[in-house]
């Protein structure tokens, strides 16, 4: 007998070039994190994959800052995540730990949160007469 194990729900993807653009502005959030060496800018957009039950991206809204090396090419003694997500999770931690302190840093130097981040309106209250 087969046992189902079910996945959580993905999250609905809106696209948001915006954000990402700011993301790419950001220094790699790996190197700056561990006080290694900038990689050169502009940073990649990463889509974190720790966590995923899928090989399909993750939401614009949680992407990250990393430097080439830190990204793709391992360049220069780093680590990439796409090399070897296990590695790189033992020496750096998860890529999905670094969504909040992104999120927050293109708020704070842009201005800009993702529309799945902002609140809600708060619907009107009715008045007791």
């Known amino acids: 007998m087969k046992h189902f194990c079910p996945q959580p729900k993905e999250e609905k993807k809106i696209p948001d070039n915006k954000y990402l653009n700011f993301v790419k502005q950001l220094p790699c959030c790996i190197c700056d994190a ?3 060496p900038y990689g050169q800018a502009p940073s990649d957009a990463h889509h974190p994959i720790h966590g995923r039950y ?3 991206k993750g939401p614009d809204h ?5 430097c080439k090396a830190h990204h793709q090419t391992g360049e220069y003694g780093k680590l990439a ?3 070897g997500k296990e590695t790189f999770e033992k020496k750096y931690g998860k890529d999905t730990d670094f969504i909040e302190v992104t999120q ?3 708020k704070a ?3 800009y949160a993702p529309k799945q981040l902002q609140p809600l309106p708060t619907p009107p209250q009715e008045s007791k007469a």
């Open 54 to 56: 899928s090989g399909s």
């Open 62 to 66: 949680t992407a990250l800052p990393f």
């Open 34 to 36: 561990w006080g290694e």
């Open 81 to 83: 995540i796409h090399r």
């Open 104 to 106: 927050d840093k293109v």
């Open 109 to 111: 130097q842009f201005g």
